[in-house]
């Protein structure tokens, strides 16, 4: 910090303070610090955050909080900061000495922190008078141990403190209370703020709640999920789907008529140059929504129906802001009043000393699969004390930060169920877009600044010369699309509008088939060429790509440049990034290796990204992109350019709108966890490729192989329509889009140029999550080995190919089969995973087998012994299934019988009991596995018939599992069960 060099003392009052925190000693410690000099007052802050860091959790909390709610203005914000900045630390108890070179278990996971019973340093001798001496250490020990129990019950009891058993239930009641109506989270907080901001400028920051630029097609039936009637699937091409319903909630007068469209800027007449006639553009008119910027109306289209608008607009990435939109519906709105008894900067620290913010900060450090989700949220929840922080007196700012402080419980005590975190992690971001927009602190030079530092950090080699050598501007666009295009706009504008390369290798980004026709199967470089489009990363990953081709090829074509040619334009997509084990980046190559030529003036750089992708850490909230620019400086040609770059942007008017101030804090508090993501996401996708679902590298026609770095692979199917299988595996989310937090695939993807395609002709882009590798298994492995006709153990195809379109259950059973036969030491992997490949067959078939009953035997298999390593997720919905599909018939003796033969005639390891208690006991750990809530309507249809007096009845009835079972239907059923 700026005071660190400065001696630093604590603050007068400070003692009396430690030893009975209260406002009245807060205050004192507050205007101490407030009478320092600026300097000094930054350094004995740090050491009050510093002394509090190692105070246990709820002191530190409190104390914290009663600080800074004393402090005002500058100073508040400048403890704010400092507690930032200070690490977490648990209280120092004694501790055993450590072996050398042993490595110590976690704090919380340490007894020696929650048990008084460690030697004394110095043991005093037995008083002579006793015979035979007393052993005090032992009698001591007992002491402390009995104040211990009580110490023990308040820790347990304890519902702020996140190792106890106290926060642990009451996060569970906590996630069985959210969505309880069948609604979902989303839709609750909107309900609950909506008349707390109606009528004012916040309302529409209310309406974004929930909003995703790619939302999900799977139907949720309420909790932990995002939903917004305004979203889209895909908002950049469907957003027409719920237009209406914006425009229905607009207020100004200039509404589009009949015939007219949406559109996001006025600029995008001059785009339309590159598609239509120049007498068509010439009839058009565009007028914008407010003002003179931003969200337009295209009127004239509908003099023209032989031309397809809609797709041209699309390529144009002519789509409207959803945020400025949104912005629109409040126009003409009174600010809300502040609310003087809040204070959300008190709240803020009181959240960052938590307990809670505590382990989710030890989570991120760990190596489990939530941690680099949990990372991603620490940095942007302590980059909410950054800059002015939020916005003190604002009552929805606090609504907000109560609402991130419930969703972090949530995430931290469900860090072993990922699926779980990870949807509490993508909510948090609605919250966090909250006290953004309502703050509204960053500005067009934060985005500059920001943009410029990330640039830097991932280029180094082109550092010394960006301000000299070679000048940077980046410019916020409305999507990646819009960024390409506006680029192409820009380039072809001084340029011969048909000399368009693209790379002869196969690596593609965006669609752009419509907008650069011809060029879509690639075209050499030749020396007239004037503009190169290529991509970092592909998005179809069927090769490798290679930044040193890249770069040999534009070196070749810029010295083909004449003296007053215009400057050679390479047009690059960068959006998905990676960095190397060293930390060194396909942009750092690209960029080193051409940074003399843009130096030299004989080249002109358009970096094109969108942020919905992985820059919006898998949640898709933002839809936005950027368009950076590296040329020249003091070139005229290159003056040209930026000038026009700098006009796109004015005519957007993107800056000052909801969007940007979230975009803005996660490129300046998150950008590391971009990457981080991304290589964490690909590690999965390897893994897949390799044991889940491996194909021959040399057809393409079954998909790609796993390309370095890469979070994507391509599938297809021999048999059977593979997006109408894909649909089936309701555990696999489904988008329109890539980069998020859970797994997910987009159906529909085009093939490599020029190379044999799947039957159908299409493939599906599987994008891996931040699940367990367990998970990946559950997900994969079943429908990657049947598609192959491997079964497991193999090392190639082996039987007849299985028609996935017309699954029968006896190939299922032929893999289950061949598994039995590989012994753990023949194969290490299927070892590891051997629980989960057959949970894997199990929701497969469930999910594709018809009719669904004929599965029935493996789900009561499966149950019928214990199948530990298998995650909740699947175990819940397989039991879920078994449930259901036990309501068909009564569960009586005979029944049950013939369910126990069923099931031990599935090939599984491990023996089943020979008579009914064989499918009493897989009923029964399914319904153990299940929450209350999920429990009961499954529950209540049961036809549970064990109440008679048949020596069989009483015997089942009499049984450990028939008890259990029984009881556990009875504890559902209760009216007071969640």
Same mark, same amino acid.
């Given at each position: 910090?700026?005071?660190?060099?400065?001696?630093?003392?604590?603050?007068?009052?400070?003692?009396?303070?430690?030893?009975?925190?209260?406002?009245?000693?807060?205050?004192?410690?507050?205007?101490?610090?407030?009478?320092?000099?600026?300097?000094?007052?930054?350094?004995?802050?740090?050491?009050?955050?510093?002394?509090?860091?190692?105070?246990?959790?709820?002191?530190?909390?409190?104390?914290?909080?009663?600080?800074?709610?004393?402090?005002?203005?500058?100073?508040?914000?400048?403890?704010?900061?400092?507690?930032?900045?200070?690490?977490?630390?648990?209280?120092?108890?004694? /501790?055993?000495?450590?072996?050398?070179?042993?490595?110590?278990?976690?704090?919380?996971?340490?007894?020696?922190?929650?048990?008084?019973?460690?030697?004394?340093?110095?043991?005093?001798?037995?008083?002579?008078?006793?015979?035979?001496?007393?052993?005090?250490?032992?009698?001591?020990?007992?002491?402390?141990?009995?104040?211990?129990?009580?110490?023990?019950?308040?820790?347990?009891?304890?519902?702020?403190?996140?190792?106890?058993?106290?926060?642990?239930?009451?996060?569970?009641?906590?996630?069985?209370?959210?969505?309880?109506?069948?609604?979902?989270?989303?839709?609750?907080?909107?309900?609950?703020?909506?008349?707390?901001?109606?009528?004012?400028?916040?309302?529409?920051?209310?309406?974004?709640?929930?909003?995703?630029?790619?939302?999900?097609?799977?139907?949720?039936?309420?909790?932990?999920?995002?939903?917004?009637?305004?979203?889209?699937?895909?908002?950049?091409?469907?957003?027409?789907?719920?237009?209406?319903?914006?425009?229905?909630?607009?207020?100004?007068?200039?509404?589009?008529?009949?015939?007219?469209?949406?559109?996001?800027?006025?600029?995008?007449?001059?785009?339309?140059?590159?598609?239509?006639?120049?007498?068509?553009?010439?009839?058009?008119?565009?007028?914008?929504?407010?003002?003179?910027?931003?969200?337009?109306?295209?009127?004239?289209?509908?003099?023209?129906?032989?031309?397809?608008?809609?797709?041209?607009?699309?390529?144009?990435?002519?789509?409207?802001?959803?945020?400025?939109?949104?912005?629109?519906?409040?126009?003409?709105?009174?600010?809300?009043?502040?609310?003087?008894?809040?204070?959300?900067?008190?709240?803020?620290?009181?959240?960052?000393?938590?307990?809670?913010?505590?382990?989710?900060?030890?989570?991120?450090?760990?190596?489990?699969?939530?941690?680099?989700?949990?990372?991603?949220?620490?940095?942007?929840?302590?980059?909410?004390?950054?800059?002015?922080?939020?916005?003190?007196?604002?009552?929805?700012?606090?609504?907000?930060?109560?609402?991130?402080?419930?969703?972090?419980?949530?995430? @931290?005590?469900?860090?072993?169920?990922?699926?779980?975190?990870?949807?509490?992690?993508?909510?948090?971001?609605?919250?966090?877009?909250? @006290?953004?927009?309502?703050?509204?602190?960053?500005?067009?030079?934060?985005?500059?600044?920001?943009?410029?530092?990330?640039?830097?950090?991932?280029?180094?080699?082109?550092?010394?010369?960006?301000?000299?050598?070679?000048?940077?501007?980046?410019?916020?666009?409305?999507?990646?699309?819009?960024?390409?295009?506006?680029?192409?706009?820009?380039?072809?504008?001084?340029?011969?509008?048909?000399?368009?390369?693209?790379?002869?290798?196969?690596?593609?980004?965006?669609?752009?088939?419509?907008?650069?026709?011809?060029?879509?199967?690639?075209?050499?470089?030749?020396?007239?060429?004037?503009?190169?489009?290529?991509?970092?990363?592909?998005?179809?990953?069927?090769?490798?790509?290679?930044?040193?081709?890249? #770069?040999?090829?534009?070196?070749?074509?810029?010295?083909?440049?004449?003296?007053?040619?215009?400057?050679?334009?390479?047009?690059?997509?960068?959006?998905?990034?990676?960095?190397?084990?060293?930390?060194?980046? /396909?942009?750092?190559?690209?960029?080193?290796?051409?940074?003399?030529?843009?130096?030299?003036?004989?080249?002109?750089?358009?970096?094109?990204?969108?942020?919905?992708?992985?820059?919006?850490?898998?949640?898709?909230?933002?839809?936005?992109?950027?368009?950076?620019?590296?040329?020249?400086?003091?070139?005229?040609?290159?003056?040209?350019?930026?000038?026009?770059?700098?006009?796109?942007?004015?005519?957007?008017?993107?800056?000052?709108?909801?969007?940007?101030?979230?975009? #803005?804090?996660?490129?300046?508090?998150?950008?590391?966890?971009?990457?981080?993501?991304?290589?964490?996401?690909?590690?999965?996708?390897?893994?897949?490729?390799?044991?889940?679902?491996?194909?021959?590298?040399?057809?393409?026609?079954?998909?790609?192989?796993?390309?370095?770095?890469?979070?994507?692979?391509?599938?297809?199917?021999?048999?059977?329509?593979?997006?109408?299988?894909?649909?089936?595996?309701?555990?696999?989310?489904?988008?329109?889009?890539?980069?998020?937090?859970?797994?997910?695939?987009?159906?529909?993807?085009?093939?490599?140029?020029?190379?044999?395609?799947?039957?159908?002709?299409?493939?599906?882009?599987?994008?891996?999550?931040?699940?367990?590798?367990?998970?990946? @298994?559950?997900?994969?492995?079943?429908?990657?080995?049947?598609?192959?006709?491997?079964?497991?153990?193999?090392?190639?195809?082996?039987?007849?190919?299985?028609?996935?379109?017309?699954?029968?259950?006896?190939?299922?059973?032929?893999?289950?089969?061949?598994?039995?036969?590989?012994?753990?030491?023949?194969?290490?992997?299927?070892?590891?995973?051997?629980?989960?490949?057959?949970?894997?067959?199990?929701?497969?078939?469930?999910?594709?087998?018809?009719?669904?009953?004929?599965?029935?035997?493996?789900?009561?298999?499966?149950?019928?012994?214990?199948?530990?390593?298998?995650?909740?997720?699947?175990?819940?919905?397989?039991?879920?299934?078994?449930?259901?599909?036990?309501?068909?018939?009564?569960?009586?003796?005979?029944?049950?019988?013939?369910?126990?033969?069923?099931?031990?005639? #599935?090939?599984?390891?491990? $023996?089943?009991?020979?008579?009914?208690?064989? $499918?009493?006991?897989?009923?029964?750990?399914?319904?153990?596995?299940?929450?209350?809530?999920?429990?009961?309507?499954?529950?209540?249809?049961?036809?549970?018939?064990?109440?008679?007096?048949?020596?069989?009845?009483?015997?089942?009835?009499?049984?450990?599992?028939?008890?259990?079972?029984?009881?556990?239907?009875?504890?559902?059923?209760?009216?007071?069960?969640?």
């Amino acid at each position: 910090m700026s005071g660190s060099s400065v001696p630093a003392t604590m603050p007068r009052g400070w003692e009396t303070f430690a030893a009975q925190p209260d406002e009245s000693t807060a205050r004192a410690v507050a205007q101490a610090l407030e009478s320092m000099r600026p300097r000094t007052a930054v350094s004995s802050m740090r050491l009050v955050a510093e002394t509090l860091a190692q105070r246990p959790p709820r002191e530190r909390s409190e104390m914290s909080r009663l600080i800074v709610s004393r402090l005002s203005g500058d100073a508040a914000r400048t403890f704010m900061k400092a507690t930032a900045e200070v690490r977490l630390a648990s209280p120092v108890q004694p /501790q055993a000495p450590a072996d050398p070179g042993t490595e110590q278990p976690p704090q919380h996971e340490n007894v020696l922190h929650n048990l008084d019973l460690l030697p004394p340093k110095q043991l005093a001798e037995p008083p002579a008078t006793t015979p035979g001496g007393r052993d005090r250490q032992r009698i001591e020990a007992l002491d402390l141990a009995t104040a211990d129990l009580v110490a023990a019950e308040e820790r347990t009891d304890d519902v702020r403190d996140a190792s106890t058993m106290g926060y642990l239930r009451e996060a569970s009641k906590l996630i069985n209370t959210i969505g309880a109506q069948g609604t979902t989270y989303s839709q609750e907080r909107r309900a609950e703020l909506g008349p707390q901001v109606t009528g004012t400028t916040q309302e529409h920051i209310v309406e974004q709640i929930g909003f995703r630029a790619a939302k999900t097609q799977r139907v949720d039936k309420g909790g932990l999920s995002t939903q917004n009637d305004l979203a889209a699937t895909y908002w950049r091409t469907n957003f027409r789907d719920t237009l209406e319903k914006f425009v229905g909630k607009l207020r100004v007068s200039g509404l589009p008529g009949p015939g007219d469209l949406v559109v996001n800027s006025p600029r995008v007449l001059r785009k339309l140059e590159m598609m239509v006639p120049p007498d068509v553009v010439a009839a058009l008119k565009i007028t914008p929504l407010a003002g003179k910027t931003g969200v337009s109306v295209l009127s004239g289209t509908d003099k023209f129906p032989d031309i397809d608008w809609n797709s041209i607009l699309q390529e144009l990435g002519a789509t409207p802001s959803a945020y400025q939109m949104y912005a629109l519906m409040d126009t003409g709105k009174q600010p809300p009043p502040d609310d003087l008894k809040a204070d959300t900067r008190a709240d803020l620290v009181q959240l960052i000393t938590s307990s809670p913010f505590s382990r989710l900060q030890e989570i991120a450090r760990g190596k489990g699969e939530v941690a680099p989700v949990l990372a991603m949220i620490e940095h942007l929840v302590l980059g909410l004390t950054d800059d002015l922080g939020p916005d003190r007196y604002d009552p929805l700012t606090a609504n907000a930060l109560g609402s991130l402080s419930r969703l972090i419980d949530i995430a @931290v005590a469900y860090e072993h169920n990922p699926t779980v975190a990870m949807r509490a992690a993508d909510l948090m971001m609605d919250e966090i877009g909250v @006290v953004l927009a309502a703050a509204g602190n960053y500005t067009r030079p934060d985005y500059l600044d920001a943009m410029r530092a990330i640039l830097l950090e991932r280029a180094p080699s082109i550092a010394k010369d960006v301000g000299k050598r070679v000048q940077l501007d980046s410019h916020l666009m409305t999507s990646g699309m819009d960024a390409l295009a506006t680029a192409l706009s820009i380039a072809l504008g001084a340029r011969y509008r048909d000399q368009v390369s693209r790379p002869t290798e196969k690596i593609d980004y965006f669609e752009t088939g419509l907008l650069l026709g011809k060029l879509k199967k690639g075209q050499t470089v030749a020396p007239r060429d004037d503009v190169l489009v290529a991509a970092l990363n592909p998005s179809t990953p069927f090769n490798t790509p290679d930044p040193g081709r890249l #770069v040999a090829d534009v070196l070749k074509a810029v010295q083909t440049r004449k003296k007053d040619d215009p400057p050679f334009a390479l047009i690059l997509d960068s959006t998905i990034e990676t960095a190397g084990p060293d930390g060194s980046t /396909q942009l750092d190559t690209v960029l080193g290796g051409l940074k003399d030529a843009v130096a030299d003036g004989r080249l002109e750089i358009f970096l094109c990204k969108s942020f919905q992708k992985y820059a919006s850490f898998g949640t898709g909230k933002v839809a936005a992109g950027d368009l950076t620019l590296l040329s020249k400086p003091g070139a005229r040609p290159s003056g040209s350019t930026r000038a026009q770059a700098m006009l796109h942007e004015s005519d957007l008017d993107l800056a000052r709108h909801d969007e940007a101030q979230l975009v #803005v804090h996660m490129l300046k508090h998150g950008h590391r966890d971009e990457l981080a993501l991304i290589a964490d996401a690909a590690r999965n996708a390897r893994f897949v490729d390799a044991f889940c679902w491996p194909i021959d590298p040399s057809n393409p026609a079954q998909g790609s192989t796993y390309v370095d770095g890469i979070p994507l692979l391509l599938r297809s199917t021999p048999t059977g329509k593979v997006d109408a299988l894909f649909k089936n595996l309701v555990q696999i989310d489904q988008r329109d889009s890539f980069s998020f937090l859970r797994t997910s695939y987009v159906g529909g993807i085009p093939g490599p140029w020029e190379s044999p395609s799947p039957q159908d002709g299409w493939y599906v882009r599987i994008n891996p999550g931040h699940e367990s590798k367990e998970s990946m @298994v559950e997900c994969f492995y079943a429908f990657g080995h049947l598609t192959t006709s491997t079964p497991p153990g193999a090392k190639g195809p082996v039987q007849a190919g299985v028609d996935l379109g017309n699954l029968q259950l006896k190939s299922v059973r032929e893999h289950l089969a061949a598994l039995n036969g590989v012994a753990d030491g023949d194969d290490p992997d299927l070892a590891r995973f051997r629980t989960n490949v057959i949970a894997s067959y199990c929701a497969f078939a469930l999910q594709n087998v018809r009719p669904r009953a004929s599965a029935l035997p493996l789900l009561l298999a499966f149950f019928a012994r214990p199948m530990d390593g298998v995650t909740i997720e699947t175990r819940r919905y397989l039991a879920g299934e078994l449930l259901s599909l036990a309501q068909a018939k009564d569960l009586d003796p005979k029944t049950l019988g013939e369910w126990s033969n069923a099931a031990r005639a #599935v090939p599984m390891p491990g $023996a089943i009991a020979a008579d009914g208690t064989a $499918a009493l006991s897989a009923l029964r750990r399914a319904a153990a596995v299940l929450p209350a809530w999920q429990l009961k309507p499954l529950a209540e249809k049961l036809r549970l018939k064990l109440d008679g007096d048949t020596e069989e009845a009483t015997r089942l009835r009499g049984s450990g599992d028939g008890v259990r079972l029984l009881a556990l239907v009875g504890q559902a059923l209760r009216p007071d069960a969640t």
